[in-house]
């Protein structure tokens, strides 16, 4: 028996809206899109030490703010409009990322990847100082800046000859 | 003329019963009335200023300042002015003056706000639910923002009964799109008494916006209200935003035009196909679909889709269109004008259409009164248009004409829709030629202002489409009010259908182009369940 997708001759034009494809490989779990995406349907939640983001192609609207919203360009919509399924999980695409713990106050704040990504940013932009903006990642935004707080006290106390 | 003379027209007469003057804009002003001399005051602003009706809205503003607001919103077409005509009212009065004796067309309106808000419209007519079930508890209304937006409510399952005689078309019949009800009751196989029941179709479009979602995901919620004109409807919700947030570039505007008149093509000549379908005339229908297929082609290459565009963002438009579109889209252009025009101009057209003369009858003086928009308004010798008299996005630096017959029958609705696609395709000519360049989005736009009014208005391919707005805190929608142009055209339906014979109900009602999807406001989906608030032994009856 031949499939649709043989019967359906006609394919889409260029710039055609189709059901978003993901790579995996190259997604660090943000939730950018889960943020943007107007039917919800990109879900994100923590759960047990993992970020879950659960795509449901049967809700997609096929508007492609997904894809715009993506840092690492890991969503792209594809030319496949056909999603005629027999079984509902087809539609369904779960992806899981470990969730990194502040090294100061051990809360779960980012998924690995996503400190990864950022540390790969910082080293792209051309930092000379990289160990130092490595460890600083490893901490949640609050850490962060209270560290970064420290240190600009030290540096003033510093230069007035307290220390 | 501004909008002041009109206000200090009405102060002067009235005198003691404007509580309060509020200009806005040179065009746009707001005049608080007094409960008790409201009839009179809406009845001298509507009626003896000569205006027509764009929208009424009422808004549950309790949890704020302990009011609710009913918003009647007049047009001026000689001067282009707004002025909305605002009712106060504590939240412990349950009632408010209906204005229906005075504007015939505030029907619908009215009745809406009893279900949605509860309150009462003290001399109503015919007082019955518009859109919610018959058997809907009538406490629970769910426009007041103590509802929440998901809620799920018991009904009981009774209805109104029919009186003797009556002929009922729909809400399921083969040549009725979508769900409505005609109910008919004839003598001499004349129609005596028409009467149209809507709502089969209701889930809550607004409220879902309100309750859930933050104003750059609304647009998308907005295009999915229609199937037909959905990009004029999110147009119109991104224009009210703009007015209060910040201007879209130039060019952005020029593509929003050329869409907006792509669709205007696509929907009048399907409109011709059913039309032509109905009457029995199926080669015709078949003929003008073959020419649509051309214009859902331009909508592809524009916007990568045929139906649900998804081109409209808020500041501005998401796709650039460059020269290899541009010449592709002036040939399919050019190509549905030649095979338009032989096909108005061979005479078996002309007959056909020559056979709707004298059909569903509605004169100027009633579509005035009932402040009928859009092609319905043009054959019966109104000049109403809202891009000329409200311009919007480019219509200002285009040039073109509103088609007017004084034919008040459906030849002159289809006449009307058949010459306006020519004017369409002048007006994507003159954008594609004097396309500006520069940026298609403007990125300054992230946070909108707080407790703002505002009314966004377009001239859909059926008439004029009025969003009003209220913004909320954090980026949300407070209150968002919908006015599609059949809710203005489908209450003078009855008056067109009296006298007509039984057989003609039909086509006379398909006349106007009716949206029911528009008109109702569909879809609530929430975590992957949808919520039928309409209970189904209502469709089996």
């Known amino acids: 028996m031949s499939s649709i997708k043989e019967i359906i001759k006609r394919e889409p034009f260029e710039k055609f809206r189709g059901k978003p494809e993901v790579d995996p490989t190259k997604c660090i779990g943000c939730a950018a899109c889960a943020n943007a995406c107007p039917p919800q349907a990109i879900i994100a939640r923590d759960e047990d030490g993992f970020r879950i983001i659960e795509f449901s192609f049967g809700r997609c609207i096929f508007c492609g703010r997904c894809e715009e919203s993506c840092p690492t360009g890991a969503v792209k919509l594809s030319s496949n409009y056909l999603l005629a399924t027999t079984t509902k999980d087809d539609l369904k695409l779960v992806m899981k990322f470990r969730l990194a713990k502040c090294r100061k106050c051990g809360r779960l704040f980012a998924t690995e990847r996503q400190i990864e990504h950022a540390i790969s940013e910082v080293e792209k932009a051309g930092y000379t100082n990289i160990e130092d903006l490595r460890e600083a990642q490893y901490y949640c935004p609050e850490c962060r800046a209270k560290l970064f707080a420290e240190r600009v006290l030290l540096s003033l106390k510093f230069f007035r000859g307290e220390v | ?541």
Not at chain 2, 153 to 168: D, F, Q, R, S
Not at chain 2, 182 to 195: F, V
Not at chain 2, 204 to 229: D, Q, V
Not at chain 2, 279 to 302: F, N, P, S
């Open chain 2, 1 to 541: 003329m501004s909008i002041i003379t009109v206000i200090n027209e009405l102060s002067e007469k009235f005198k003691d019963a404007i509580l309060e003057k509020q200009i806005l804009t040179e065009k746009f002003g707001i005049i608080k009335v007094d409960k008790n001399t409201f009839l009179d005051v809406i009845d001298y602003a509507y009626n003896a200023l000569g205006g027509h009706l764009l929208t009424m809205a009422g808004t549950d503003l309790t949890p704020i300042i302990g009011k609710y607001v009913l918003d009647y919103v007049i047009g001026y077409l000689r001067d282009r002015t707004k002025l909305i005509v605002r009712l106060e009212l504590k939240s412990n009065e349950k009632s408010f003056p209906s204005a229906v004796l005075k504007v015939p067309c505030l029907d619908y309106y009215e009745r809406e706000v009893m279900e949605m808000l509860g309150l009462t419209p003290e001399g109503h007519p015919n007082p019955k639910r518009l859109l919610l079930p018959e058997d809907w508890p009538s406490d629970a209304t769910p426009l007041n923002k103590s509802f929440e937006y998901n809620k799920r409510v018991e009904t009981k399952g009774e209805t109104y009964p029919l009186k003797k005689g009556a002929i009922t078309i729909g809400p399921v019949n083969p040549e009725l799109e979508e769900p409505i009800r005609l109910i008919l009751y004839a003598e001499n196989g004349k129609i005596k008494e028409a009467i149209v029941e809507q709502g089969f179709n209701y889930r809550g479009i607004e409220k879902l916006a309100e309750g859930k979602l933050n104003y750059e995901k609304i647009h998308f919620l907005a295009e999915r209200i229609c199937g037909i004109c959905g990009y004029t409807h999110s147009e119109c919700y991104v224009q009210a935003i703009e007015k209060i947030a910040g201007e879209p570039p130039e060019r952005a505007k020029y593509l929003r035009t050329i869409m907006l008149e792509v669709e205007r093509i696509h929907s009048h000549l399907l409109w011709l196909a059913i039309a032509a379908k109905v009457i029995g005339y199926v080669d015709g229908a078949l003929k003008l679909l073959h020419i649509r297929e051309l214009i859902m082609d331009v909508a592809e290459l524009v916007t990568g889709s045929r139906k649900m565009y998804g081109l409209m963002t808020i500041g501005g438009v998401r796709r650039d269109i460059d020269d290899k579109i541009k010449e592709k889209v002036k040939e399919n252009i050019k190509k549905i004008e030649s095979e338009f025009r032989s096909m108005l101009e061979a005479q078996e057209f002309k007959d056909v259409l020559n056979k709707l003369k004298g059909i569903g009858i509605l004169s100027k003086e009633d579509a005035k009164k009932l402040s009928v928009v859009g092609p319905t308004a043009r054959a019966s010798g109104i000049k109403t248009d809202i891009r000329k008299d409200y311009p919007y996005e480019a219509y200002k630096d285009v040039d073109f004409e509103v088609q007017v017959v004084d034919a008040e029958d459906i030849y002159g609705r289809a006449i009307v829709r058949a010459y306006e696609i020519f004017e369409s395709i002048k007006i994507i000519e003159q954008c594609l030629d004097n396309l500006p360049e520069g940026p298609i989005i403007n990125d300054d736009i992230e946070f909108i202002p707080e407790m703002k009014l505002s009314i966004g208005m377009s001239e859909a391919p059926r008439g004029a489409d009025v969003h009003y707005l209220i913004t909320g805190r954090n980026n949300t929608v407070y209150r968002w009010r919908v006015r599609a142009p059949t809710y203005a055209n489908i209450q003078a339906v009855p008056k067109m259908l009296e006298g007509e014979p039984v057989d003609n109900a039909l086509v006379v009602y398909l006349s106007i182009d009716p949206c029911i999807a528009c008109c109702e406001r569909v879809i609530v989906i929430e975590n992957g369940k949808r919520y039928y608030y309409r209970p189904k032994f209502r469709i089996r009856r």
